[in-house]
């Protein structure tokens, strides 16, 4: 299929999760207040983190492996023995540092230490399921996935509110169920292409983790960059500021779902060498505009819509409104760090986001005590937009690209 046929069906699936998981926020951060809502953002973003380090090898490596080499049963087989195994060693890693987290969780991570490496192991499980997809170029399946998950997500913390119930455990519960009946779904539509299961293969699973290896320090960066502001937050002003926070995030993250489908999009074409006559570039192009678009849209409609949708959060507002440059440079660059990393992720793919979470990070320390939430968001989107320049200067190194082309009408060859 065409790029933009698999984009059309990526788009038109991510709409819906958006809107799903938008409600699904609404709810949450309404029902718990900000305290509440502030601490399940910092609980999902260390399983996130947690499901990164251990698991983001296995599911890059995966979708380059399955896209060079046409072996997506060996591929498939890996990461079902894998995702056993890591229950084991999540749960024993949750269990002997519950105490050391109780900083970051709170007191309740010394009784719910379980649900960390619940949601660690789900959340692995589904996204190496896809990584399969991904490989193969199965985009309808791959795309499905994601609505499985959203769906059962928001369906458990309805029933969970309906029945008075909804705290931040069972909100945890329905996330760690919800992502795995996604990868039950995920490797239930491998099946027709993968095969009779046949207990892994050691050299592809050597050769995804070599590429996968250079992936994850990549990506884990990268998602500290997006993410440390949250720790730094309740570290300086408390889980209630992180609460506010997120309602911010929840419209970043809307503006980042198109540059995050277009690229997972590309990646299947250049895995497979089907990226001809520069086309991550005339992607990011049209990122850059719905970026600008999707910019403007939020910083004059931002108070009415979190009004609207938020209104206990009016101050998540001037935060969100610092992030806005920022966020353009971020699509921008994520498209081109896509075709970067369908490269074998070159050294920059690990400098560069290294450099902007350590800028990041620093900024973050000197302006939140400072400047508060807004600060927080100063900082990210300074910190995007160093990393967006340095993955865009790489990129015009390896096409051979000069600064006026990156913008320049005339197709480019």
């Known amino acids: 299929m065409t790029f933009l046929h698999n984009l059309s069906i990526n788009a038109l699936s991510t709409g819906l ?70 229950a084991a060693i999540t749960g024993l890693a949750a269990w002997v540092g519950r105490s050391a987290l109780v900083g970051i969780l709170g007191e309740e991570v010394l009784v719910y230490w379980p649900l960390l490496a619940l949601l660690t192991t789900c959340i692995v499980w589904q996204r190496s399921g896809q990584a399969v997809l991904l490989g193969l170029d199965q985009v309808r399946s791959y795309a499905l996935v994601p609505i499985v998950f959203i769906v059962c997500y928001m369906g458990g913390n309805i029933l969970l509110w309906w029945t008075e119930v909804l705290q931040m455990s069972t909100v945890l519960c329905a996330f760690a169920l919800a992502a795995a009946l996604a990868a039950l779904a995920a490797f239930v539509l491998l ?103 999707a910019a403007l849209f939020l910083l004059l409609l931002g108070p009415w819509i979190i009004g609207l949708l938020f209104p206990a959060y009016p101050a998540s507002y001037a935060p969100l409104a610092w992030m806005l440059p920022g966020l353009v440079f971020l699509g921008f660059g994520s498209v081109l760090n896509t075709k970067l990393a369908g490269l074998g992720y070159p050294p920059v793919t690990q400098w560069a986001p290294a450099l902007a979470f350590a800028t990041n990070a620093a900024l973050n320390i000197y302006l939140i005590p400072r400047l508060g939430l807004e600060g927080a968001a100063l900082a990210t989107s300074l910190s995007y937009a160093l990393w967006a320049t340095c993955i865009t200067w790489a990129y015009m190194r390896a096409e051979a690209l000069g600064w006026r082309d990156l913008f320049a009408l005339k197709p480019t060859t």
């Open 17 to 86: 999760v958006f809107g799903i998981g938008l409600i699904n926020q609404v709810l949450l951060a309404n029902y718990l207040g900000a305290a509440g809502y502030g601490q399940l953002a910092l609980w999902t973003n260390v399983a996130l983190i947690a499901a990164l380090v251990l698991g983001e090898w296995i599911r890059r490596g995966s979708t380059y492996i399955v896209g060079r080499e046409n072996a997506a049963g060996a591929a498939r087989d890996n990461a079902l023995l894998y995702a056993v195994l890591l």
């Open 191 to 293: 099946w027709k292409h993968a095969g009779t299961f046949r207990w892994g293969n050691s050299a592809i699973l050597k050769r995804t983790l070599s590429v996968g290896s250079r992936g994850t320090v990549s990506v884990v960066l990268v998602f500290l960059l997006l993410k440390s502001d949250f720790f730094l937050l309740q570290y300086f002003l408390g889980e209630a500021a992180v609460g506010t926070y997120r309602v911010a995030v929840n419209f970043a993250d809307m503006m980042q779902r198109l540059p995050d489908v277009a690229g997972a999009v590309l990646l299947a074409k250049v895995v497979r060498s089907e990226d001809r006559s520069r086309l991550s570039l005339r992607v990011a192009r049209g990122v850059l505009v719905f970026s600008l678009g």
